[in-house]
């Protein structure tokens, strides 16, 4: 939804071309800001090593305009302390190349260790937490970060297969969800597992902790005017943005530019058919919020 970002983020009568990419991924919406106008910058967040080398190749025509830091977006404040921004982006989820790299964990596509972690400098794997968590506490990720049903069922024998043995490949836990799902289901929209993994990823990363820590984080940095639009792609996640913008409603911090999340277009969802459940939200920061900076400019 690159287009319909840059439109949020770069308005008529916008102040100024100072952006935050707080999920820089391949740097597609980096770029886009970037060519949006000349005078443009941007700073490029990312928890993913291999997101900033790629985004760092991609981007490397526009010189100083942009630059990239190593981080997780709860940690914006830290990360770029004292810089004011005229807009600012985030993208949840997990990338493409993420996705489709064997050795990341995330699919049951490929056979590879359960892995998952989006900062692979954090401790705690997928395969950590299915051989280590309660049985229950399995059983919460798969019902709340995964709306599956059969939570329990899967917990169950997730947990006693772990007993027999450990649970250390992707293709190793679809199939035993497979198998408590009551089997294949060749003619279903989604294969067994995916809600199963889905949950199981947002656990690892912690990423709805992450999401309410970032949209505080980086509301303060945003100057009086700045929007920050937000793409989610799960319900849960997409529920925390619509509840904090509205707090900042509530309060005085923001305006609600989006009363219901725009989706993708036609050509898009045809084009890259993850894209079908992305849900845009946008908000303007009225003014207040942004901590006085203690040291120069964005770019110095
Ligand atoms: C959907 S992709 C972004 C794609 C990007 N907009 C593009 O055009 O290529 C999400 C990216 O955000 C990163 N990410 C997710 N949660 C994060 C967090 N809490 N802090 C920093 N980066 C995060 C992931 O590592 C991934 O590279």
């Known amino acids: 939804m690159a287009t319909e970002v840059v439109m949020a983020l770069t308005r008529e009568g916008t102040r100024g071309g100072r952006f935050l990419d707080a999920t820089l991924g391949l740097g597609g919406h980096s770029e886009a800001l970037l060519a949006s106008r000349s005078d443009a910058r ?20 526009f010189g100083e305009r942009f630059r990239a830091t190593r981080g997780n977006f709860r940690d914006a404040c830290a990360l770029l302390a004292g810089e004011a921004y005229d807009g600012a982006v985030m993208d949840l989820g997990v990338s493409s190349p993420q996705l489709d790299t064997a050795a990341r964990g995330f699919s049951f596509q490929h056979d590879a260790p359960l892995d998952m972690r989006m900062d692979t400098e954090n401790a705690r794997t997928a395969a950590d937490l299915v051989n280590h968590a309660a049985c229950d506490e399995l059983e919460r990720i798969f019902r709340e970060y995964g709306d599956e049903r059969r939570a329990r069922r899967i917990a169950e ?54 999401l309410r820590e970032g949209l505080e984080a980086i509301g303060t940095l945003l100057a009086p005017g700045a929007r920050l639009a937000v793409i989610s792609f799960h319900s849960v996640e997409d529920r925390e943005v619509k509840a904090r913008f509205r707090e900042w409603k509530r309060v005085g911090k923001a305006r609600v530019l989006t009363p219901k999340p725009l989706g993708p277009g036609e050509k898009e969802t045809r084009e890259n058919p993850r894209a079908r459940s992305a849900r845009l939200r946008v908000a303007e920061m009225t003014g207040g919020q942004f901590q006085q900076p203690q040291q120069g400019g964005i770019h110095g």
């Open 42 to 61: 941007v700073a490029g967040l990312d928890q993913d090593g291999e997101s900033l080398v790629r985004a760092r190749a991609r981007l490397a025509p």
């Open 157 to 210: 024998a997730i947990c006693a297969e772990r007993r027999a043995v450990p649970v250390r490949t992707t293709l190793q836990l679809a199939e035993i969800v497979t198998r408590a799902a009551g089997g294949a289901r060749p003619w279903a929209r989604l294969h067994p597992a995916t809600r199963v993994f889905m949950a199981l990823r947002m656990a690892v990363n912690d990423e709805l902790g992450a």
